[in-house]
């Protein structure tokens, strides 16, 4: 399984909101490392969507915010599009394994 | 603006060795900015990590792979590669290859990826 841990699914309809978790521990985002959110559309590569936690690349809407507290982040999507539907993906670094580590990935469907 | 492109067989035979290039364009990959990396998906599944390189050659890899990967750098083709020894089907997946800003530690531009399947 993933060192980082998202719920398998999630959704909500067109206009509500929706958050997805990342659940890590003090290895990785418990000891201060930045978590990063991924969006992978069907059949495309991910695109990076939230880094450091909290900041946007340019071009991303702000209808997605990221947050974290303790050895947990978040991802949070308000007015939900049809266009958002995909799968989204947390990562962060970790110390005992001396590299980057991704979550299992978030199924997003818009009802 | 800058691309990476993977390049490398669609096809690899069991107990062989994947290899596997990416092409950067639009930029110089000898930058002491930025790390390149190596992220694969295997069909239906998630992300994982691989390995990363510096321009000056130094590699960081994911230890369930260290033993078999060996992530290597071009400069002067502006192009960095991979290579996955002894693979197993358990390799099949679509690789990626990305940027890595330095103390970002976030993969901020993709290649659009490669299928690699490893059968005989």
């Known amino acids: 399984q993933s060192v980082l841990t998202q719920p398998p699914s999630v959704s909500g309809a067109p206009g509500q909101k929706v958050t997805i978790s990342c659940t890590g521990s003090s290895s990785n985002i418990g000891a201060g490392y930045h978590v990063h959110w991924y969006q992978q559309l069907p059949g495309t590569a991910p695109k990076l969507l939230i880094y450091?936690?909290?900041n946007r690349p340019s071009g991303v809407p702000d209808r997605f915010s990221g947050s974290k507290s303790g050895t947990s982040a978040s991802l949070a999507i308000t007015g939900l599009q049809a266009e958002d539907e995909a799968d989204y993906y947390c990562q962060s670094y970790d110390i005992s394994l001396r590299g980057s580590v991704f979550g299992g990935g978030t199924k997003l469907t818009v009802l | 603006q800058l691309q990476l492109q993977e390049s490398g067989p669609g096809l690899v035979k069991p107990s062989e060795t994947l290899s596997l290039t990416c092409t950067v364009s639009g930029g110089s990959i000898y930058s002491s900015s930025y790390y390149w990396g190596w992220i694969r998906q295997p069909p239906g599944k998630g992300l994982e990590w691989i390995g990363s390189i510096y321009y000056s050659g130094s590699t960081y890899y994911n230890p369930s792979l260290k033993s078999r990967v060996t992530i290597s750098i071009d400069t002067s083709k502006n192009q960095f590669s991979l290579k996955l020894s002894s693979v197993t089907a358990a390799d099949t997946a679509v690789y990626y290859c990305a940027r890595v800003p330095v103390g970002m530690d976030a993969f901020d531009i993709w290649g659009q990826g490669t299928m690699v399947t490893v059968s005989s």
């Open positions: 450091g936690n909290s």
